[in-house]
């Protein structure tokens, strides 16, 4: 393992220079101290800050994924931020560039938090998985996103309970259902239970709050759909921004937030 100190730009070239050498026949370089494989906890250096957890994570093999990733995709954020957002797993860009919600997913979740008042730079964002996990269709060229399996959200959960309990949020934000039911319990349902805030089960957050995660609305079949998940998107965010104002009794980081956008109606439904 790189030492603790090391900086995440630095782990981050070394990693490509490895991959550049892997492409032109060169061995991957074998890690001396750990076996691959078994349960993340054992790649977390105790007492570790966020920072050097990041460090650490570069050259986790608790699971197979980071054969498949470019690289581990740590979180971002202040380290006391108030609210901590939780995907899924790095996406396609995300992958390439090393950092978490920087694609289309993340400029949607960036304008939905900027209409509910609050500042994307305050804001932790993490994943519940840090490798991208995908596959290739036939002859294409591009990397088609597979969800995780239970095995490789167990093997990566130590890195979010770490992340949680360096940065202790207010409120965590689950996008989406594989982070919402690995925090939550398989039991949750988003679509039922979206945009309203409970009581953390984390001992290190004070509340939770699902939502769905804003690929699923890029995803949307027409116009009209997406409009209304866009508007229902935005409206659980300015929930995160209601519910930090009223727990605390102060603004903080919040500004005040225009209205709350409202869906679209339903079409009625043809007559036969």
């Known amino acids: 393992m790189a030492p603790i100190g090391t900086s995440l730009a630095a782990l981050r070239g070394d990693m490509a220079a490895r991959r550049e050498g892997s492409a032109s026949g060169a061995k991957r370089p074998a890690r001396a101290t750990r076996a691959d494989g078994g349960a993340a906890a054992e790649w977390i250096p105790a007492g570790a800050s966020l920072a050097a957890l990041g460090a650490a994570a570069m050259g986790c093999r608790a699971c197979h994924l980071w054969t498949l990733g470019t690289q581990t995709v740590f979180g971002e954020g202040p380290a006391r931020a108030r609210v901590m957002m939780v995907g899924e797993q790095p996406g396609d860009q995300e992958d390439r560039e090393g950092a978490p919600f920087v694609g289309p997913s993340g400029a949607l979740l960036a304008e939905g938090l900027a209409a509910a008042g609050l500042d994307r730079a305050s804001i932790y964002v993490t994943n519940v998985v840090k490798h991208f996990k995908w596959e290739r269709v036939g002859r294409s060229p591009r990397r088609i996103h597979k969800k995780p399996n239970a095995a490789e959200i167990r093997a990566c959960r130590p890195w979010l309970d770490a992340e949680i309990d360096r940065v202790r949020p207010s409120m965590i934000v689950c996008l989406g259902a594989t982070a919402a039911q690995a925090l939550l319990g398989r039991s949750f349902r988003v679509t039922g239970q979206r945009g309203i805030p409970l009581p ?15 690929s699923a609305v890029l995803r949307a079949p027409d116009a009209a759909t997406r409009e209304r998940a866009r508007a229902e998107f935005f409206a659980d965010l300015h929930a995160v921004a209601d519910h930090l104002r009223t727990a605390d009794g102060e603004s903080g980081g919040v500004r005040a937030p225009g209205p709350a956008p409202t869906a679209p109606p339903r079409p009625a439904p043809r007559s036969a």
């Open 200 to 214: 953390s089960p984390i001992p290190a957050a004070r509340a939770v709050m699902a939502t769905v995660h804003p």
